[in-house]
């Protein structure tokens, strides 16, 4: 849907008659007039909280100045909330929708590849605190996503491919007909509002399934577990995506060396990622990886569940204990 079909779409969705559209200031410079033009000539009041870009902004400080802004409007629980970029605002914006007056409507109008396929499906909103990313967050789905592709167009080569990694990662676990149309990146760029939808449409199978991430929603963690731990031992010098094209990569190396899947599959894994030219070396000693992988969130006490892909479209969860992990890596 185009965003100038927005305005139009919210009254299936927002009962009240005002909206607070939350973006960061890149995004804000691009879209933002487009944006309160739809959302007013739709018939509702309209206001724009805009954040600095950037990971540093899902924090405590900003949520905080988010509600102010709210109550001060005020919005009531018939409003709503539009989060208008990539995922930092669509997981703030979300996580102040979830909370204020107890849940109120979010839209969320993803701006980056990441936002589109993945942080605006699925309804996990969050901020982070010092202690780490995403700590306090709450379930809260959103009542509509408005995905125009075009908006992506003016999206940097690099944080294209940050989200072109969890792209490859959905054709990996779930859809070997898409791990071929990806081979072909001209053909992925052409054709990515198509390309977008078959990647929601595998995170919502998931996550219907699963919604509170308790069992098969654990797949799309493939490649993170490793990814994180070197996201945290590059102190996020490196990028969530590129951290996880490193942790798809060695899991298929893991997984052919321990026998889950055969050597061909390994080898179409690391194929798809060398395409996109993600540099694929893990330069950190392994003993502070597998210390950080121990304390992962999504640990079961003394295990970890690996998620191991057993052919291109499949995987299957791996239970490991702690004390294996060193042996693995
Ligand atoms: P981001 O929101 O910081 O966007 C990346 C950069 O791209 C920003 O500088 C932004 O200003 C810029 N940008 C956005 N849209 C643009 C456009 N159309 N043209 C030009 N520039 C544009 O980062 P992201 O990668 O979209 O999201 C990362 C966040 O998503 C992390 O905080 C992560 O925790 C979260 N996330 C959440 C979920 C979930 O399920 N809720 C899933 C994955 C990731
Ligand atoms: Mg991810």
Known sequence: ?????????????IKGDTLMIVTDETVADLYLDRCISTVSDGGFEVHAFVIEPGEHSKNGDTYLALLGALAEIPLTRADGIIALGGGVVGDLAGFAAATYLRGIPVIQVPTTLLAAVDSSVGGKTAINLPEGKNLAGAFHQPAFVCQDTSLLATLPEEIYLDGMAEVIKYGIIADADLLTQLQDPDYVKANLDDIISRCVAIKKRFVEEDEHDTGVRQMLNFGHTIGHAIEIASDFDIRHGFAVAKGMAYMAEIAARENWCDVATRDAIIHILETYHYDLSVDFDKEALADIMGKDKKRKGAFLDL???????????????AEEIERLL
């Open 1 to 13: 849907m185009r965003l100038e079909q927005l305005g139009a779409e919210l009254h299936k969705h």
């Open 307 to 321: 998620v191991v892909p057993t052919a291109i479209g499949s995987c299957r969860l791996q239970r490991i204990s």
